[in-house]
């Protein structure tokens, strides 16, 4: 698996993320609130959906950019916590992934 491969990968997803950020908070901040009240709240429940929905994107902007400086570092291919070789296979699924199978279980319990 070439690193220079995962690491345009990471950039494109990078690049999605943020232009879907950009875009949640520009709905967000939805210029001037409608004068009905029943709209008024039914907006408010739509911006919890979206920041809750921005929230999920900047955590995995978090581990997008965690995944880059890794391989600047060169572990990528290790796992962060017990230092094993992450199979190629997962990091092809899941080219953030900072963690060997056994270790995101455990943080994932
Ligand atoms: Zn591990």
Partial sequence: MDVNDIKKRLLEMKQNL????SAIDRDIRHEGMSADWSEQASERENDEVLESLGNS???E???????LKRIEDGNYFQCDEC???IPAARLELLPF???CVN???????
Avoid: M
């Fill in 18 to 21: 943020s232009d879907r950020i």
């Fill in 57 to 59: 994107s900047e955590q």
């Fill in 61 to 67: 902007l978090l581990q997008i950019n965690f995944a």
């Fill in 83 to 85: 230092g094993e070789d």
């Fill in 97 to 99: 992934t900072a963690h």
């Fill in 103 to 109: 270790c995101a279980e455990k943080f994932e319990v």
